[in-house]
Protein backbone atom coordinates (compact mmCIF):
# COMPACT_ATOMS: atom_id res chain seq x y z
CA UNK A 1 0.00 0.00 0.00
CA UNK A 2 1.71 3.27 -0.58
CA UNK A 3 1.33 5.72 1.61
CA UNK A 4 1.73 9.70 1.16
CA UNK A 5 2.24 11.31 4.71
CA UNK A 6 1.03 14.60 5.55
CA UNK A 7 0.23 16.84 8.77
CA UNK A 8 -3.19 17.96 8.37
CA UNK A 9 -2.22 20.99 10.00
CA UNK A 10 -3.44 23.61 10.65
CA UNK A 11 -0.22 25.32 10.19
CA UNK A 12 -0.27 28.96 11.06
CA UNK A 13 2.33 31.19 10.35
CA UNK A 14 2.15 35.40 10.31
CA UNK A 15 1.91 37.38 7.10
CA UNK A 16 5.56 37.53 5.55
CA UNK A 17 6.88 34.54 7.03
CA UNK A 18 8.18 31.72 5.29
CA UNK A 19 5.74 28.44 5.53
CA UNK A 20 7.10 25.30 5.52
CA UNK A 21 5.29 22.29 4.30
CA UNK A 22 6.27 18.47 4.24
CA UNK A 23 5.20 15.29 2.89
CA UNK A 24 6.59 11.96 3.08
CA UNK A 25 6.17 8.91 1.25
CA UNK A 26 6.18 5.22 1.64
CA UNK A 27 7.07 4.25 -2.18
CA UNK A 28 11.15 3.58 -2.70
CA UNK A 29 10.15 3.74 -6.40
CA UNK A 30 8.29 6.85 -6.74
CA UNK A 31 9.78 9.14 -9.20
CA UNK A 32 7.24 11.95 -9.41
CA UNK A 33 6.36 14.57 -7.13
CA UNK A 34 3.34 17.24 -7.15
CA UNK A 35 2.02 20.27 -5.17
CA UNK A 36 -1.66 21.23 -5.32
CA UNK A 37 -3.16 23.92 -3.53
CA UNK A 38 -7.00 23.50 -2.57
CA UNK A 39 -8.77 26.86 -1.65
CA UNK A 40 -11.80 25.60 0.55
CA UNK A 41 -14.99 24.99 -1.84
CA UNK A 42 -12.78 24.57 -5.14
CA UNK A 43 -10.57 21.72 -6.83
CA UNK A 44 -7.16 21.48 -6.25
CA UNK A 45 -4.39 23.53 -8.24
CA UNK A 46 -1.52 22.56 -9.76
CA UNK A 47 1.69 24.77 -7.87
CA UNK A 48 4.61 22.67 -8.37
CA UNK A 49 6.27 19.31 -9.82
CA UNK A 50 9.73 18.21 -9.41
CA UNK A 51 11.80 15.16 -10.22
CA UNK A 52 15.10 15.07 -9.23
CA UNK A 53 16.78 15.51 -5.44
CA UNK A 54 17.21 18.99 -4.28
CA UNK A 55 15.23 22.70 -5.05
CA UNK A 56 13.46 23.77 -7.23
CA UNK A 57 12.34 27.57 -7.50
CA UNK A 58 9.12 28.94 -9.02
CA UNK A 59 8.78 32.50 -7.88
CA UNK A 60 7.67 32.67 -3.84
CA UNK A 61 7.78 28.83 -4.06
CA UNK A 62 10.22 26.22 -3.53
CA UNK A 63 10.07 22.77 -3.61
CA UNK A 64 12.34 19.96 -2.26
CA UNK A 65 13.06 16.73 -2.74
CA UNK A 66 15.22 14.06 -1.09
CA UNK A 67 14.43 10.94 -2.05
CA UNK A 68 17.22 9.30 -0.29
CA UNK A 69 14.90 10.10 3.33
CA UNK A 70 11.63 9.85 0.82
CA UNK A 71 10.03 13.86 1.93
CA UNK A 72 9.46 16.22 -0.17
CA UNK A 73 8.73 19.43 0.76
CA UNK A 74 7.09 22.74 0.30
CA UNK A 75 8.23 26.32 1.15
CA UNK A 76 6.23 29.31 0.42
CA UNK A 77 8.32 32.74 1.13
CA UNK A 78 6.83 35.89 2.04
CA UNK A 79 3.68 34.29 2.78
CA UNK A 80 0.59 36.16 2.05
CA UNK A 81 -3.24 35.95 3.74
CA UNK A 82 -4.07 34.53 0.02
CA UNK A 83 -1.65 31.67 0.58
CA UNK A 84 -3.83 30.48 3.16
CA UNK A 85 -5.23 26.99 1.86
CA UNK A 86 -4.72 23.28 1.76
CA UNK A 87 -1.82 22.05 -0.26
CA UNK A 88 -1.84 18.74 -1.15
CA UNK A 89 1.05 16.38 -1.89
CA UNK A 90 1.15 13.31 -4.87
CA UNK A 91 3.52 11.31 -5.60
CA UNK A 92 3.40 8.75 -8.77
CA UNK A 93 5.45 5.19 -9.93
CA UNK A 94 5.54 4.32 -13.80
CA UNK A 95 5.37 1.42 -11.83
CA UNK A 96 1.96 2.28 -10.65
CA UNK A 97 1.13 4.10 -14.13
CA UNK A 98 1.81 6.96 -13.18
CA UNK A 99 -1.48 7.09 -11.05
CA UNK A 100 -0.33 9.85 -8.17
CA UNK A 101 -1.19 8.90 -4.59
CA UNK A 102 -2.44 11.85 -2.69
CA UNK A 103 -1.85 12.68 1.01
CA UNK A 104 -4.66 13.96 2.98
CA UNK A 105 -3.57 17.68 2.57
CA UNK A 106 -2.20 20.25 5.29
CA UNK A 107 -4.44 23.08 5.82
CA UNK A 108 -2.37 26.74 5.54
CA UNK A 109 -3.35 29.65 7.29
CA UNK A 110 -1.62 32.55 6.73
CA UNK A 111 -2.82 35.93 9.32
CA UNK A 112 -2.33 39.71 8.81
CA UNK B 1 -1.17 25.34 -17.23
CA UNK B 2 -3.49 23.20 -19.37
CA UNK B 3 -7.21 24.24 -18.79
CA UNK B 4 -9.67 21.50 -17.77
CA UNK B 5 -13.50 22.01 -17.88
CA UNK B 6 -16.42 20.44 -15.74
CA UNK B 7 -20.11 20.86 -16.51
CA UNK B 8 -22.18 21.34 -14.36
CA UNK B 9 -20.62 23.13 -11.61
CA UNK B 10 -23.37 22.41 -9.71
CA UNK B 11 -26.52 20.03 -10.10
CA UNK B 12 -29.46 19.35 -7.48
CA UNK B 13 -31.50 16.42 -8.22
CA UNK B 14 -34.39 14.50 -6.74
CA UNK B 15 -33.60 11.11 -5.07
CA UNK B 16 -33.53 8.49 -7.99
CA UNK B 17 -32.81 10.12 -10.95
CA UNK B 18 -29.82 9.92 -13.12
CA UNK B 19 -27.24 13.28 -13.35
CA UNK B 20 -24.25 13.10 -16.12
CA UNK B 21 -21.17 15.12 -15.63
CA UNK B 22 -18.98 16.32 -18.35
CA UNK B 23 -15.42 16.55 -18.27
CA UNK B 24 -13.39 18.26 -21.13
CA UNK B 25 -9.62 18.85 -21.58
CA UNK B 26 -10.05 22.71 -23.50
CA UNK B 27 -6.06 22.73 -24.75
CA UNK B 28 -5.10 19.38 -24.94
CA UNK B 29 -5.51 15.98 -25.43
CA UNK B 30 -5.90 13.13 -23.02
CA UNK B 31 -5.78 9.70 -22.77
CA UNK B 32 -6.53 9.32 -19.38
CA UNK B 33 -9.04 11.52 -16.97
CA UNK B 34 -9.66 10.77 -13.52
CA UNK B 35 -12.84 10.74 -11.12
CA UNK B 36 -12.28 11.65 -7.66
CA UNK B 37 -15.18 12.36 -4.98
CA UNK B 38 -14.49 14.58 -2.13
CA UNK B 39 -16.46 15.01 0.89
CA UNK B 40 -16.53 18.02 3.47
CA UNK B 41 -13.10 18.42 4.95
CA UNK B 42 -11.58 14.73 3.45
CA UNK B 43 -9.24 14.15 1.11
CA UNK B 44 -9.47 13.45 -2.23
CA UNK B 45 -11.07 9.62 -3.11
CA UNK B 46 -10.21 8.66 -6.23
CA UNK B 47 -12.97 6.86 -8.10
CA UNK B 48 -11.66 5.54 -11.98
CA UNK B 49 -9.37 6.05 -14.31
CA UNK B 50 -10.70 6.56 -17.54
CA UNK B 51 -8.77 5.76 -20.65
CA UNK B 52 -9.88 6.51 -24.11
CA UNK B 53 -11.58 4.02 -26.06
CA UNK B 54 -11.56 1.29 -23.53
CA UNK B 55 -13.44 0.58 -19.83
CA UNK B 56 -12.69 2.82 -16.90
CA UNK B 57 -10.78 0.98 -14.22
CA UNK B 58 -12.78 1.17 -10.63
CA UNK B 59 -11.18 1.65 -7.25
CA UNK B 60 -12.03 -0.92 -5.13
CA UNK B 61 -15.75 -0.31 -3.42
CA UNK B 62 -16.90 1.94 -6.10
CA UNK B 63 -19.96 0.35 -8.07
CA UNK B 64 -19.57 0.59 -11.57
CA UNK B 65 -22.87 0.32 -12.56
CA UNK B 66 -23.96 3.08 -10.16
CA UNK B 67 -20.94 5.36 -11.26
CA UNK B 68 -20.79 4.86 -15.08
CA UNK B 69 -18.07 6.52 -16.95
CA UNK B 70 -17.47 6.94 -20.87
CA UNK B 71 -14.54 8.23 -22.36
CA UNK B 72 -15.40 8.60 -25.88
CA UNK B 73 -13.16 10.88 -27.21
CA UNK B 74 -9.47 12.36 -26.47
CA UNK B 75 -10.98 15.60 -24.74
CA UNK B 76 -14.27 14.30 -23.25
CA UNK B 77 -14.84 11.80 -20.41
CA UNK B 78 -18.10 11.79 -18.24
CA UNK B 79 -19.29 10.40 -15.59
CA UNK B 80 -23.27 9.17 -14.54
CA UNK B 81 -24.45 8.59 -11.82
CA UNK B 82 -27.30 6.71 -11.83
CA UNK B 83 -30.36 6.33 -9.59
CA UNK B 84 -28.51 9.15 -7.36
CA UNK B 85 -29.82 9.28 -3.28
CA UNK B 86 -28.99 11.48 -0.82
CA UNK B 87 -25.88 9.75 0.33
CA UNK B 88 -23.93 9.80 -3.13
CA UNK B 89 -24.30 13.93 -3.12
CA UNK B 90 -20.92 15.31 -2.88
CA UNK B 91 -17.81 17.23 -4.55
CA UNK B 92 -17.21 15.20 -7.48
CA UNK B 93 -13.87 16.14 -9.49
CA UNK B 94 -12.47 15.36 -12.75
CA UNK B 95 -8.97 15.94 -14.11
CA UNK B 96 -7.20 14.90 -17.27
CA UNK B 97 -3.64 13.78 -17.54
CA UNK B 98 -1.25 15.58 -19.68
CA UNK B 99 2.23 14.26 -20.60
CA UNK B 100 3.20 10.89 -18.46
CA UNK B 101 2.49 12.22 -15.02
CA UNK B 102 0.56 15.41 -14.78
CA UNK B 103 -2.77 16.16 -13.76
CA UNK B 104 -4.71 19.39 -14.20
CA UNK B 105 -7.91 19.59 -12.47
CA UNK B 106 -11.55 19.68 -13.43
CA UNK B 107 -13.34 23.21 -11.07
CA UNK B 108 -15.51 19.96 -9.96
CA UNK B 109 -19.33 19.83 -9.72
CA UNK B 110 -21.38 20.28 -6.32
CA UNK B 111 -24.02 17.26 -6.62
CA UNK B 112 -26.81 17.62 -4.09
CA UNK B 113 -29.36 14.87 -4.26
CA UNK B 114 -32.50 15.36 -2.73
Known amino acids: QKEVEQNSGPLSVPEGAIASLNCTYSDRGSQSFFWYRQYSGKSPELIMF????GDKEDGRFTAQLNKASQYVSLLIRDSQPSDSATYLC????????????FGRGTSLIVHP | GAVVSQHPSRVICKSGTSVKIECRSL??????MFWYRQFPKQSLMLMATSNEGSKATYEQGVEKDKFLINHASLTLSTLTVTSAHPEDSSFYIC??????????FGPGTRLTVL
Open chain 2, 95 to 104: SARQGPDTQY
Open chain 1, 90 to 101: AVATSGGSYIPT
Open chain 1, 50 to 53: IYSN
Open chain 2, 27 to 32: DFQATT
